[in-house]
C-alpha cells in the first residue's frame, strides 16, 4: 500500500537517456494500477532534462502529482533542476536502499534514477520500495524543517 495519495497522478518525467528506463516504469504504474502523468519526453532523440524536470516539480509543488519520477543519463541534472522548487526533496536513487532511506530519513517527493547507471528491473524495484516506504518524521522532520533557503 503506497504512503502516498494515489487518488492523484504520479508525475513522470525523463529526458533522451531516461527514455527507455521510463517506459518500463509506466508499465510497472500501469501494471499496479497506478495513474500517472507523462510529461514526456516521447522518443530519443536528444533533448534537454529542464524541458522534463520543471513540469514534474511543478506537479508535485502544486499538489498535482502524489510524487514525482525523473530520469537521465546521471540523475544529477534533473535532481538539481527539481530541488530548485521549493517543498521539492528529489533524490537520487540507485539502489533500493538509497530509495528507502530517501522516504524515511528524507521524506523524498521525487525519486531521480540514474538511467545509465541502474540494471534491469532495478529502477521498478526501488520505484515500488519509493512508493510503500513511509516518512519516520520524528528527529528527520526537525532536519527537512531546515532545508528550505
Known amino acids: 500500500m503506497s504512503t502516498f495519495n494515489l487518488q492523484l497522478p504520479v508525475a513522470i518525467g525523463c529526458d533522451h537517456a531516461g527514455f527507455d528506463c521510463k517506459e518500463d516504469l509506466i508499465s510497472f504504474l500501469e501494471a499496479e494500477g497506478v495513474a500517472f502523468k507523462d510529461f514526456g519526453t516521447y522518443n530519443k532523440e536528444s533533448v534537454d532534462y529542464p524541458d522534463f524536470a520543471h513540469p514534474v516539480a511543478g506537479a508535485v509543488e502544486k499538489g498535482e502529482a502524489a510524487f514525482g519520477i525523473l530520469l537521465c543519463g546521471s540523475a544529477n ?8 522548487h521549493q517543498g521539492i526533496r528529489a533524490a537520487i536513487c540507485w539502489g533500493e536502499e538509497l530509495a528507502e532511506l530517501a522516504r524515511k530519513h528524507n521524506n523524498a517527493n521525487i525519486l531521480c534514477i540514474p538511467a545509465r547507471f541502474v540494471r534491469d528491473g532495478d529502477a521498478e524495484k526501488m520505484l515500488d520500495i519509493f512508493m510503500n516506504t513511509a ?4 528527529r528527520h522532520q526537525v532536519r527537512i524543517n531546515k532545508m528550505s533557503c
Not at 135 to 138: I, W
Open 77 to 84: 541534472g534533473v535532481a538539481i533542476t527539481a530541488n530548485k
Open 135 to 138: 516518512f519516520e518524521g520524528e
